[in-house]
């Protein structure tokens, strides 16, 4: 296993070990690979305790992910109050913020996020920033519904966003669809001092499901780090 492997594996385990109590019977799982080591050390615990537990995905990918696990699946329709939501993020600043959505699921990663108690991030160091900005760079992901995505791009540009551009599946097959039926826009904004400002003015225009800004929602990060140690901030 690579270290960034690594890194990504101390940190889910970690935050599980410290987080998902046994009186716990709604847990929320986010996507991406980190989360893949979530779930594998979810499926390490006592089976009795798993059997009595609802697991709420984020995405196709989480869904599927505790399927094969063998876990109970149910959504937020069903269990509005979750206990406790671990997922990955893009990069993470000094407050906690986070930018997420480099798996286009961060519309209902933001909605199992909000029903939990407690959001805990999971990552490895790369994610660990003072600035959102500095090391993502990509941009802000901006989940647009399909018929709006133009006018939503020309808007982001003018609030500042010059390389604002739709993202493309590989080999530029067409747009990425999300598990919602709709597109993603990734806006760079450079350095983000202000997240809850670009969150809102982003949020406001029309045609606009839902950004990829995380902001005062995390209560706690772990960051796996190159020399085996995990960071918790
Ligand atoms: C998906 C996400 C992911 O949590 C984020 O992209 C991090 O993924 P990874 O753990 O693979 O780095 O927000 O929408």
Known sequence: MSLIEQAKQKAAFQAVDEHVLPSHRVIGVGS?????????????????????????P???????????????????????NIDVTIDGADEVDSQLNAIKGGGAAHLQEKVVAEAAKKFVIVADYRKDSKVLGEQW???????????????VLKKLQEQGSKNANLRMAVAKAGPVVTDNGNFIIDAPFGLIHDPAKVLKDIKLLTGVVEVGLFCNMAEVAYFGCEDGSVTIR
């Open 58 to 80: 984020t995405s196709f990918q989480s869904r599927g992910l505790l399927l094969d696990g063998g876990l109970t699946v149910g959504d937020v329709e069903q269990y509005p």
């Open 32 to 56: 991406g690979s980190t989360v893949v080591h979530v779930v594998a050390r979810l499926l390490q615990r006592d089976p009795e305790l798993n059997a009595k537990t609802v697991f709420i």
């Open 137 to 151: 760079t990509k941009g802000v992901p901006v989940e647009v519904v399909p018929f709006a995505w133009k006018a």
